[in-house]
């Protein structure tokens, strides 16, 4: 007797317990559809992809933080930019137009330092390496720019934002750029106008506190960086010990 059919009624079994067997031999036999269905068939070996021991909007607001504290401070002391090759970039075309041929070469070596930050971050989370782990890399370097005195030390601070950057993009609903914020500000204001606009979903675009907060964040860092540049030997050790910590218990990439 095939096990979907209802149950033919028994001698003294009441209405109530015929409909409850005939639940649960409903219930039973959607499982069996569900085990023998392989796109909907669970990997026993497959994890609840969980976002670290900090929550997805704190992540990204500690490392935004952090690039504005460090841009800050890689200003002050190098004269040149952590994260916003953008800045970099104008000030080697200055420096160019100027016949600043030292100068050139210098922001060009800023310039690709950060992007060796980016390869070597990106190539570790790619193969597999935890995000923390690839974050500590920036640590590392950020520590060791911080007895730097000499205006070359700007390469390590490069690197290191680099680093931050690809180490992680992704923070709950939200993908954003923690080095620099420039996208992040236009993805904020396209969500907000896209919800404003007349006869579209009044529904809150996913990610949009998050994306808020990033101008507010990076501008408590900058400003705590040209603080701490005046006030401490080596401010960027603060940077350094809090980056390892961010993304810790954060997955690998699948």
């Not at 675009?205 to 990033?214: I, K, Q, R």
Request: glycine share 8%.
């Amino acid at each position: 007797m095939d096990s979907g059919l209802a149950l033919l009624a028994r001698p003294g079994m009441t209405s109530n317990r015929i409909e409850r067997e005939n639940r649960y031999a409903s219930w039973r036999d959607a499982a069996r559809e569900s085990d023998m269905n392989p796109a909907t068939k669970m990997n026993p070996t497959t994890k609840i992809s969980r976002p670290g021991v900090l929550p997805p909007m704190l992540q990204a607001g500690l490392l935004v933080m952090i690039a504005g504290y460090a841009d800050a401070i890689g200003f002050l002391q190098f004269r040149a930019f952590a994260g916003q090759m953008t800045g970099n970039t104008i000030l080697l075309a200055i420096s160019i137009v100027q016949s600043g041929w030292l100068e050139a070469v210098y922001y060009v070596a800023v310039i690709a330092s950060f992007l060796v930050g980016v390869a070597i971050s990106g190539a570790l989370v790619r193969l597999g390496t935890a995000p923390a782990i690839a974050l500590s890399l920036s640590a590392v370097a950020l520590a060791i720019c911080a007895f730097v005195t000499v205006r070359w030390g700007a390469l390590l601070l490069a690197f290191a934002m680099g680093a931050q950057n690809a180490a992680a993009t992704r923070f709950g609903d939200a993908t954003l750029n923690t080095v620099f914020i420039t996208g992040d500000l236009q993805k904020l204001f396209e969500a907000v106008f896209a919800w404003l606009w007349p006869g579209k979903s009044r529904q809150l675009p996913s990610g949009l506190a998050t994306l808020a907060l990033v101008w507010v964040e990076y501008f408590a860092g900058a400003l705590l960086g040209a603080l701490a540049h005046v006030t401490l030997s080596h401010p960027l050790l603060i940077p350094a010990a809090l980056l390892p910590f961010v993304l810790l218990g954060r997955p690998r990439q699948a």
